[in-house]
């Protein structure tokens, strides 16, 4: 029923206002009163009313540079004061600090901070770390590759091979697929930090030797099966003979255990590989005879001779090879018997060790000698 009024805030600030809003300079308790007034008289109210401030609502956030972390305030309520600890026992009252760790770790940093109407407190977890190093080493044996980690401060590995494939062991082995050169990486992780490190590899596989034979008497025939593309062979056929045919034939001068070996060469390198070659032939039923075959002189100049015992007229094939098998000289006598020699003009040979191999009806023998 009032028709006017007056406001007393209590600080001497006044209003007339029906329903005013006011402005304290401070915070406080003050006594407010309204007085109402209307033709018939006045009432008046009073009452206390409390101005008061929110406490700041604390808050940071950090930043980690190796050992170095900067913090930075985000509270909330116009803080004026703060009281940082860093949970090494380090302590700062700026708003924004920085702080050096001396050792890696978690801390629990908390952040106070204050004005005229309260304060707050919050805590975090920091952890401080220093920055991995990734270092790795490596041998390749054919198509595997061992690798060895040596990388700084890290606590995992992760590993990418460069064919689709990856490891987290700390140092492992890897075998390819094929060969070529790959890009292995090595990335080493800690709880703050990564580092990465890449190195080229490369596979190239060394051959894998192997070879078979077919022996015909003393003749064999020798078969490189190495698998792949291969440049070079080198034979010894453990008698003191040796080739660099792929896949040469060789005659043996008499029985005998002998241990073949086989050197295949790619672009990578080379393998060996070795067989042992037994022969013990005797008897005209097993295709050789001897029949008293003489030969003479050996070591030999320039003329041979040899002599046999036919106990059949027979023609005879006379073949002289070199110790790789390959056909230096040949004569054919149309027929002889009983005891028949003859002398062989060696002149056009050069310095050796040399087979001479004779062939009739009922007889087949060899010999080996040696031109001077």
């Not at 700041?56 to 004026?80: E, H, L, Y």
């Not at 056009?348 to 031109?371: C, S, T, W």
Request: net charge negative; hydrophobic share 35%; charged share 5%.
């Amino acid at each position: 029923g009032g028709t006017s009024y007056l406001w007393n805030f209590g600080d001497g600030g006044t209003s007339t206002a029906l329903s005013p809003s006011h402005t304290y300079a401070t915070f406080g308790t003050y006594n407010v009163c309204l007085i109402s007034t209307s033709g018939c008289g006045s009432d008046t109210v009073c009452m206390p009313v409390v101005v008061s401030c929110p406490p700041p609502n604390a808050a940071f956030g950090s930043v980690r540079n190796g050992f170095n972390v900067q913090f930075t305030d985000g509270s909330g309520s116009n803080p004026s004061s703060w009281a940082w600890t860093f949970g090494d026992g380090g302590t700062s009252a700026l708003q924004n600090p920085s702080h050096l760790y001396a050792a890696p770790g978690t801390y629990t940093v908390c952040l106070i901070t204050s004005n005229t109407c309260g304060s707050d407190t919050t805590c975090q977890s920091v952890t401080v770390c220093a920055q991995p190093v990734s270092i790795f080493n490596y041998t390749v044996t054919q198509s595997s590759a061992t690798f060895n980690n040596t990388s700084t401060n890290g606590t995992s590995s992760f590993w990418n091979f460069g064919d689709g494939v990856n490891s987290v062991q700390q140092s492992p082995t890897h075998v390819y697929t094929a060969a070529g050169t790959y890009t292995v990486c090595l990335i080493t992780f800690n709880a703050c930090y990564s580092d990465t490190l890449c190195q080229s590899l490369t596979i190239c596989p060394l051959p894998a030797t192997s070879f078979n034979f077919t022996p015909n008497n003393f003749t064999y025939t020798f078969n490189d099966i190495t698998p792949g593309s291969n440049t070079g062979w080198a034979w010894t056929f453990g008698d003191g003979g040796n080739s660099s045919v792929q896949n040469p034939t060789h005659t043996y001068a008499q029985n005998g255990t002998y241990n073949v070996c086989l050197t295949v060469t790619n672009t990578c390198g080379s393998d060996s590989s070795c067989q042992v070659v037994a022969i013990n032939i005797v008897g005209a039923a097993d295709g050789l005879n001897d029949a008293g075959m003489q030969l003479w002189p050996n070591p030999a100049g320039n003329q041979l001779k040899l002599s046999v015992t036919l106990s059949t007229s027979s023609p005879l094939q006379i073949q002289i090879r070199d110790m790789a098998g390959r056909l230096v000289h040949q004569f054919g006598v149309p027929l002889a018997a009983g005891e028949w020699s003859t002398q062989m003009d060696i002149s056009a040979l050069a310095a050796g060790m040399y087979m001479l191999e004779i062939q009739g009806q009922d007889l087949h023998a060899m010999r080996k000698f040696v031109k001077q």
